[in-house]
């Protein structure tokens, strides 16, 4: 079987496994979503025991490496008491909280300005953070999630073919550049759109 027969056979396969990269990501921007719009809010309080703590927190989350955060939810958490998929989706959600809560307080203090174009700027930001999670989702092959990067393993360990080493890879690299980057571009022309409006 040649390398281009194997990559499709194994196709679907890993299709499947990106398809966790993808439902990781988004549960991340969801959690972290939500706690950082709390953050973002606490901190346009006039009241300091509620705006320093959530500036507290927003620092911590902004300082916290997501892999050491996955690697300790993987070892204390129990796994039938939280997903493996869910430990990794809670990990990377930490750096959305530290994204969001500074980006909402920014939009959120442009649209109590009146400036609500400016205010819109955060929605193109918050997708293109999804794209960079979705990337970030593979560190989640480290602690046992069968997504793209574990069923590149996989792959590799089923044919015992060493010559697919770098086509596998190669080929992984390619399914998540084709579904970022089309987005992505999408995104840029979005902002951009928004930039003229906002000049004119």
């Given at each position: 079987?040649?390398?281009?027969?194997?990559?499709?056979?194994?196709?679907?396969?890993?299709?499947?496994?990106?398809?966790?990269?993808?439902?990781?990501?988004?549960?991340?921007?969801l959690?972290?979503?939500?706690?950082?719009?709390?953050?973002?809010?606490?901190?346009?309080?006039?009241?300091?025991?509620?705006?320093?703590?959530?500036?507290a927190?927003?620092?911590?989350?902004?300082n916290?490496?997501?892999?050491?955060?996955?690697?300790?939810?993987?070892?204390?958490?129990?796994?039938?008491?939280?997903?493996?998929?869910?430990?990794?989706?809670?990990?990377l959600?930490?750096?959305?909280?530290?994204?969001?809560?500074?980006?909402?307080?920014i939009?959120?203090r442009?649209?109590?300005?009146?400036?609500?174009?400016a205010?819109?700027?955060?929605?193109?930001?918050?997708?293109?953070?999804?794209?960079?999670?979705?990337?970030?989702?593979?560190?989640?092959s480290?602690?046992?999630?069968?997504?793209?990067?574990?069923?590149?393993?996989?792959?590799?360990?089923?044919?015992?073919?060493?010559?697919?080493?770098v086509?596998?890879?190669?080929?992984?690299?390619?399914?998540?550049?084709?579904?970022c980057?089309?987005?992505?571009?999408?995104l840029?022309?979005?902002?951009?759109?928004?930039?003229?409006?906002?000049?004119?």
């Open positions: 079987m040649s390398t281009l027969q194997a990559l499709l056979a194994w196709t679907p396969f890993l299709l499947g496994g990106f398809a966790w990269n993808v439902a990781i990501a988004c549960a991340a921007m959690l972290g979503t939500a706690a950082g719009a709390a953050l973002a809010r606490a901190r346009l309080s006039s009241a300091p025991w509620l705006r320093r703590p959530a500036e927190a927003t620092e911590l989350s902004r916290v490496p997501t892999i050491v955060f996955q690697f300790y939810l993987a070892l204390m958490l129990p796994p039938d008491w939280v997903p493996t998929w869910l430990k990794a989706a809670l990990a959600a930490v750096a959305v909280v530290g994204f969001t809560s500074d980006n909402l307080l939009a959120l442009a649209w109590r300005e009146g400036r609500h174009g205010a819109l700027l955060f929605v193109p930001s918050w997708a293109s953070f999804l794209l960079i999670i979705v990337i970030a989702s593979s560190t989640a480290i602690i046992g999630v069968g997504e793209l990067v574990s069923r590149s393993n996989t792959v590799i360990a089923a044919t015992a073919d060493t010559s697919l080493l086509p596998v890879y190669l080929y992984a690299c390619l399914i998540f550049f084709c579904f980057w089309p987005l992505m571009a999408g840029r022309r979005v902002r951009a759109v928004l930039g003229e409006r906002l000049g004119s």
